[in-house]
């Protein structure tokens, strides 16, 4: 079939049978609600679609299903993500098992519906497993292995995962399904073994917790996320397994094994760096990418074995920490000891093509050999590059 | 082979439905695509651009289309705006809706009076006329990739009754009636 990134979301919860979605409209990610509604009122999904007043009681809505067992999901993007953000970091900290799908937007002011991933990114710190998709097959693939994840006894945390806006939200590609049966087989009906609300034992939860018990619970939330990796890695391989697609665990690496230059990138226009780092390679520059498809828990390990040996690594930030620099690019220099160039792009939509990382790798290379200590990069700015 | 087409309108005149249809017809006929909308302010009138991209391999970019091979011009006015000249090339092909030949030199042209033929067969909503599915016909033409009968089958499987109808014999007259010299 031929599909939207958003439909191709609401396909994968469909096939997930997700049973309880509460959910507000926020563009670019309505199409993903919509389209989950119409499968309700058709018949053709199970769930009990819950109208909520805001992304904040969607998020509520959610934490209360799961918390009685049930598998929940909700998407949101930009604004709505972030008046969300208090119920993300109680699922995240309570280890209820929920799937979201987030439309990467950039937050007002000034008003804007465009690309960015400074939304997704903000909420971070949540105890949230974040995924980053990039393309229509990989956002209905993802949205399956979500709950997968979400769901595993070792993990019990949820699962975010993003779609640039527009590009992929709203970009139409071939999609293909892998059919209720493989879903079903792939993903079993929730046993539910992370409830604990009963409705014939009432009591109270999310009491006070004294300092003398805390540090233990957020341990065992640390411990859970950073077991997911090799979760991760595992529904991803099954995934290949059932469908006959090749998947990307942690993070996915394009001709980075002889390269002199490598682009860390995320999202949607890992494509675009990929047709670059070819165009590149036919003009004789060794060119490479290393997608991070899993934000938290962060590939430290994977990605520095990508990009350690390297001689130039240009990090693609579409987001920004004020005061710090990209997020993407801090971390990568943090946790695999490498310096990368750090390149804030994208800001805001501004489209990002196979010129723009091809000029950016060539940038990178050019500052690699003449020792250049500026590390922060704004690329494509209108008016003079500013000094920093 | 990787062929780029950008399409120009105004909001409410089918743009992006053209460019998804274009894409799907070019799937069907073996060949990997993805349409893009452009979306910016959207308003019935508003110039608005929609891109779908045709493979002969799996796309993987998915940024804005910037060097179009071909580039549809819904409404004549909109050949004064430099954006829908971006990127064009002495090589890009402009398909105008317009009854007569555009004075554009330097530049190859086809024309197909999309209004006319979507105004003869009804397809005109809130006094707008609605070009999808003759753009979507014109254009398939003259990618050279898309057979008719193609055309003729995404548009059977949007629509029924007598709006496929109308929207097959628009499709059919932008096919067979576009001009190129």
Redesign the interface.
């Known amino acids: 079939m031929?599909a939207t990134g958003n439909h191709a979301v609401a396909y994968g919860v469909k096939a997930a049978r997700a049973e309880v979605i509460a959910a507000y409209p926020i563009t670019?990610q309505t199409q993903i609600i919509e389209k989950l509604s119409e499968f309700i009122e058709k018949g053709e999904m199970g769930a009990k679609f819950l109208r909520v007043e805001s992304e904040h009681s969607a998020m509520a809505a959610c934490i209360g299903a799961s918390a009685c067992g049930a598998r929940a999901f909700t998407a949101t993007s930009s604004q709505g993500l972030l008046y969300m953000s208090e119920m993300v970091f109680w699922a995240g900290l309570g280890s209820f098992p929920v799937v979201m799908a987030v439309v990467t937007r950039t937050l007002a002011p000034p008003w804007s519906?465009?690309n960015e991933h400074t939304d997704i990114l903000s909420q971070r710190d949540a105890g949230w497993i974040t995924i980053m998709c990039g393309?229509v097959q990989e956002a209905y693939d993802t949205a399956i292995q979500a709950f997968r994840i979400a769901e595993d006894r070792r993990v019990r945390q949820p699962v975010m995962f993003g779609l640039?806006a527009?590009?992929?939200s709203?970009?139409?590609?071939?999609l293909d399904l892998i059919g209720q049966e493989g879903a079903d087989a792939y993903l079993p009906a929730p046993e539910g073994h992370w409830r604990v609300v009963d409705v014939q034992e009432p009591a109270t939860y999310g009491n006070l917790v004294g300092p003398e018990r805390m540090m233990e619970i957020r341990y065992s939330v640390k411990r859970r996320v950073d077991d997911s990796a090799g979760v991760i890695e595992e529904a991803a391989s099954e995934f290949s397994r059932i469908s006959g697609r090749a998947q990307t665990g942690l993070v996915e690496e394009y001709r980075t094994s002889d390269a002199e230059v490598i682009l860390a990138v995320v999202g949607?226009?890992?494509?675009?760096a990929?047709?670059a780092a070819d165009l590149l390679r036919d003009k004789g520059i060794r060119a490479g990418v290393a997608r991070l498809r899993v934000i938290r828990p962060f590939p430290a390990e994977r990605l520095g074995a990508a990009l350690r040996g390297c001689r130039t690594v240009a990090v693609v930030d579409m987001d920004y920490s004020f005061g710090y620099g990209g997020i993407i690019g801090r971390e990568v220099a943090s946790v695999t000891g490498i310096r990368p160039f750090n390149y804030i792009a994208g800001i805001g939509g501004r489209?990002?093509?196979?010129?723009?990382f091809a000029g950016i790798a060539r940038d990178a290379l050019r500052r690699g050999e003449s020792g250049d200590e500026r590390r922060e990069i704004w690329w494509g700015m209108k008016d003079s590059q500013p000094s920093l | 082979m990787l062929l780029e087409i950008r399409l120009h309108g105004r909001g409410g005149q089918g743009i992006v439905t053209a460019a998804e249809m274009i894409a799907e017809a070019a799937i069907i006929e073996g060949f990997y695509a993805q349409s893009i909308p452009l979306f910016g302010a959207e308003r019935r009138g508003a110039p608005v651009s929609a891109s779908t991209r045709i493979s002969e391999s799996p796309i993987r970019r998915h940024s804005q289309v910037k060097e179009p091979h071909i580039v549809a011009v819904c409404d004549p006015l909109l050949l004064y705006m430099k954006e829908v000249f971006n990127g064009v090339t002495e090589g890009t092909l402009l398909v105008v809706n317009h009854k007569q030949e555009p004075q554009l030199e330097g530049f190859r042209v086809a024309i197909i009076d999309a209004t006319g033929i979507a105004v003869e067969n009804g397809l005109v909503s809130a006094g707008w006329a609605i070009l999808s599915t003759v753009i979507f016909g014109a254009v398939s033409k003259v990618t050279g990739l898309i057979k008719k009968g193609t055309v003729l089958g995404v548009i059977n499987s949007r629509w029924k009754g007598e709006v496929a109808e109308r929207n097959l014999r628009a499709a059919e007259s932008g096919y067979d009636g576009v001009k190129t010299w």
């Open positions: 031929f670019p519906i465009w393309s640039d527009f590009s992929l709203h970009t139409s590609e071939r949607a226009s890992s494509g675009d990929k047709d489209d990002l093509g196979v010129r723009d």
